[in-house]
């Protein structure tokens, strides 16, 4: 009969830090919200191939941000297009593939990690690397609120 009281306190003392952790790891969102965030990478990817870089500053939210390796944050739809449009400049647009995704999140935030690989016109693999996003839903919209990658080994 002690040990039953035992067994009780303890799994009493332990139930709440299993309640606070439940949220931490039940995170998944549901398949159509993911469906929509890959709606939300394909116009990306679109509208870059297009080389139409005030496209894709569009798709962040107001204070939307890059957060490249190695540079400062780049805040706001403009700022977005300037730093996409000098990054390419002289060249022709390229094309940016994603894979590998894993998402995180609930039906008004999402994170999503996952590869990217960019080729030039004639198909060649111009880079390959890793990213974290953070998506939104504004308006019934989902948008990106922040865009950060680094570059996978060669």
């Given at each position: 009969?002690?040990?039953?009281?035992?067994?009780?306190?303890?799994?009493?003392?332990?139930?709440?830090?299993?309640?606070?952790?439940?949220?931490?790891?039940?995170?998944?969102?549901?398949?159509?919200?993911?469906?929509?965030?890959?709606?939300?990478?394909?116009?990306?990817?679109?509208?870059?191939?297009?080389?139409?870089?005030?496209?894709?500053?569009?798709?962040?939210?107001?204070d939307g941000s890059l957060l490249p390796p190695g540079g400062d944050r780049i805040t706001g739809a403009s700022a977005i297009a300037a730093y996409l449009t000098k990054a390419s400049a002289g060249s022709k647009p390229d094309t940016v593939s994603f894979s590998n995704y894993e998402f995180y999140g609930s039906d008004q935030v999402v994170a999503e990690v996952s590869d990217a690989e960019i080729h030039d016109q004639s198909g060649k693999l111009k880079y390959r690397g890793k990213q974290t996003l953070i998506f939104l839903k504004q308006g019934g919209a989902w948008k990106l609120h922040r865009d950060i990658w680094n570059d996978s080994a060669p």
């Open positions: 009969m002690r040990q039953i009281r035992l067994c009780a306190a303890v799994l009493a003392a332990y139930l709440p830090l299993f309640a606070l952790a439940a949220p931490a790891t039940a995170g998944r969102p549901q398949p159509q919200i993911e469906a929509a965030i890959k709606a939300e990478n394909a116009r990306w990817a679109q509208a870059y191939a297009r080389g139409d870089y005030e496209a894709v500053g569009h798709l962040y939210t107001k």
